[in-house]
């Protein structure tokens, strides 16, 4: 009889052997362990026969049922380990906050620029690219500035070798433009300027303007105000008011800075701010490139994009565009 249990005891064993491959989840190896643990399994059953084995058999019998339950447990305990193992690697918290991967922004001067341009294409404007190195006739002279104006001082103006110099202003692409076209004319101009200006809250010695110009059989100052009143309100906001003060430029008459009416919302308190400057193009101008003035009548406006940039989103001081300081650029 002994020797028919031992052999039902290793085919216990390997039958254990090949269930207890594939145990993947816990509840298939809970179920493993009822099946050859439990109070009614194969191996547990055996232990009956130890009391009907005579008294030298039993301790053969008891060390095998032993060593093989151990053997059992052994391989549960080993099982559950290594799931537990498994679990932990594929265990993802999908609540936890992710990482952020860093993406590069586009600078919050070119955010304006793009805006700006996309009302005024809106409006069949062309984009017109002039230099940065100009030359004293596109600068100054087509412009109508003559050669005694301050702004051709030593003081306001980059000198470059060659009689070229940095462009003080958007200004001369009007002149470029109407030189290599004819009218009708709608275009912008935006870009780089420089000024022999000390760094402070308010000046940059590089900085960006955009010009526009329309030239045409029939504009006129209404017109112009017309489309700059609807740039106002498309730049800030649908209730923006804006007033025309008279001014002075050599390429324009008449001339006009335009303000934006700023209003703290909370006091009520307000002031008006220069977005722009304006005018009817000048029949100098339109001399120099050899237009009939007579026939031909246009307006043109000029901005900083810093300043629009600084009233839009109320920076006080003009140096934080250039500081390159991630914790600034990323907020736009
Ligand atoms: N060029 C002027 C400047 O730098 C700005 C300007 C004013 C441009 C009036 C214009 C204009 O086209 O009509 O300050």
Redesign the pocket.
């Known amino acids: 009889m002994l020797s028919k249990i031992l052999n039902d005891l290793d085919e216990i064993q390997a039958k254990f052997e090949t269930d207890s491959r594939d145990i993947d989840d816990n509840k298939l190896l809970e179920n493993l362990r009822v099946k050859y643990l439990g109070r009614k399994s194969a191996l547990t059953d055996m232990f009956k026969y130890m009391g009907q084995l005579p008294n030298d058999q039993k301790p053969i019998l008891g060390q095998k049922l032993n060593v093989l339950k151990n053997l059992i447990q052994d391989r549960l305990d080993h099982i559950k380990q290594d799931l537990k193992v498994k679990t932990q690697k594929i265990e993802i918290d999908l609540s936890l906050p992710g990482q952020d991967v860093f993406r590069g922004k586009i600078h919050p001067i070119m955010q304006i620029l793009d805006e700006i341009k996309e009302f005024f294409v809106g409006l069949g404007f062309t984009i017109e690219i002039g230099r940065e190195a100009e030359n004293d006739f596109y600068n100054f002279e087509a ?1 109508n500035i003559p050669p005694d104006h301050p ?1 051709r001082d030593m003081q306001d103006t980059f000198y470059l070798h060659n009689e070229l110099l940095l462009r ?4 001369p692409v ?1 002149i470029r433009t109407m030189e290599k076209q004819q009218p009708p004319i709608r275009m912008l101009a935006p870009g780089r ?1 420089f000024r022999k200006d000390t760094p402070d809250a308010t000046h940059s010695p590089m900085f960006h ?1 955009v ?3 329309v030239v045409d059989k029939n504009t006129s100052f209404a017109e112009l105000k017309g489309i700059l009143l609807a740039f106002a309100r498309f730049m800030f906001g649908s209730e923006t008011k804006i007033r025309f003060r008279p ?1 002075f ?1 050599p ?2 008459e008449p ?3 335009v303000d934006i009416w700023w209003e703290n919302k909370n006091t009520g308190a307000g002031n008006w701010l220069e977005i ?4 009817m ?1 000048d029949p100098a101008v339109f001399d120099a490139v050899n237009y009939d003035s007579e026939l031909y009548s246009g ?6 994009i810093e300043r629009i940039a600084m009233l839009k989103y109320q920076i006080a001081d003009i140096r934080v565009f250039y500081n390159n300081d991630i914790r600034f650029l990323t907020q736009f």
Not at 276 to 279: E, I, P, Q, R, V
């Open positions: 412009l702004s003080t202003h958007t200004s009007q300027c303007q010009e526009g110009l001014s430029f390429f324009t001339s006009a800075e722009l400057g304006c005018g193009v307006y043109a406006f000029g901005m900083g």
